[in-house]
């Protein structure tokens, strides 16, 4: 089974059907491109910290569960908001008053008086330029001029539907940008652009943003990293970029999409970097979002070798 790279193999842009033409027992969301359920739901998700199964039944267009109508009435309720108070932009969403739980706290919390907040030393951290950190990162990944490059392991798909699920896949790609993944495992194609691009974009990475400027520091997995908020040339909401302060390599890339009932965010994780023939490669490579997790793991590298 090949599964498409998205970020490599770009598909011809059709127009797109509305969801009442596509899917079944549409009643709020008619007349929106079908491509946006997938991100409108996974919001919803994510701002109430809940799987699909919190509101559907096996069966999808399943009215059976009583949280599916009040999903309903709470979109209807932050679009009639937003276009009553704010020209129609998604200013009030669900992780507004959700913020990660099923239940909304409308009783505020004693300890978060005004009287009861200490105030809060301001440490500067010096921050290296945004420039400066593109520049240690190409330097950091060493050669970047292989012929091609085979990947092997195994990808752990997981999410609220079911147990998470393994299977082995093989990574074959060669400029300019020929890329053939081998794996019977089903699940979002966005999980590939991490490993999907990493080979032909990494050493690039800074042509593809129209501003870069460092923001400040955190930390990712425990290590020190440089967090670099980049707007990219095509357009869309910034993106961010956490470079490890040590090593200068990519420790995180965290991405934010609009839908209609708010923003969904999306990291590709980057981690475990092995030199293989003078090139600095993650062995393991994750995309994390509200409605899946996938991790491919990174078991052999061969480069310039002879399909």
Not at 159 to 178: M, N, T, V
Request: charged residues 25%; hydrophobic residues 35%; glycine residues 6%.
């Amino acid at each position: 089974m090949i599964l498409p790279l998205l970020l490599v193999l770009a598909a011809t842009p059709q127009a797109e059907k509305p969801l009442e033409e596509t899917k079944k027992n549409i009643v709020v969301l008619k007349g929106v491109p079908s491509s946006q359920l997938i991100p409108i739901m996974t919001v919803m998700a994510n701002s109430l910290g809940v799987a699909c199964t919190y509101c559907h039944e096996p069966e999808w267009e399943s009215d059976a569960k009583p949280a599916k109508e009040a999903a309903r009435r709470m979109i209807r309720m932050t679009r009639a908001i937003n276009d009553a108070h704010y020209g129609g932009k998604v200013v009030v969403s669900c992780n507004t008053c959700h913020n990660g739980s099923p239940r909304t706290a409308d009783v505020p919390l004693v300890s978060n008086a005004g009287w009861n907040k200490a105030p809060s030393a301001t440490l500067t951290v010096p921050l290296e330029p945004a420039e400066t950190l593109f520049t240690r990162y190409v330097r950091a990944l060493g050669k970047t001029d292989a012929s091609n490059r085979l990947m092997q392991g195994v990808a752990t798909a997981k999410s609220g539907r079911g147990d998470p699920r393994s299977a082995p896949f093989e990574l074959y790609q060669e400029p300019p940008r020929k890329s053939e993944l081998k794996m019977e495992l089903p699940y979002p194609p966005e999980a590939n652009r991490g490993i999907g691009g990493y080979f032909f974009d990494a050493s690039t990475l800074r042509e593809r943003y129209a501003t870069v400027e460092t923001k400040g520091v955190d930390e990712i997995r425990g290590r020190t990293a440089y967090v670099v908020e980049a707007t990219p040339k095509e357009g869309g909401l910034p993106e961010r970029l956490y470079f490890d302060a040590l090593s200068g390599l990519l420790l995180r890339r965290h991405r934010e999409s609009p839908t209609l009932v708010g923003v969904l965010p999306e990291e590709y994780d980057f981690d475990d970097y092995r030199t293989v023939d003078g090139s600095a490669i993650p062995f393991v490579v994750q995309w994390s979002r509200a409605d899946y997790q996938v991790t491919h793991r990174i078991a052999s590298v061969r480069q310039n070798i002879t399909p």
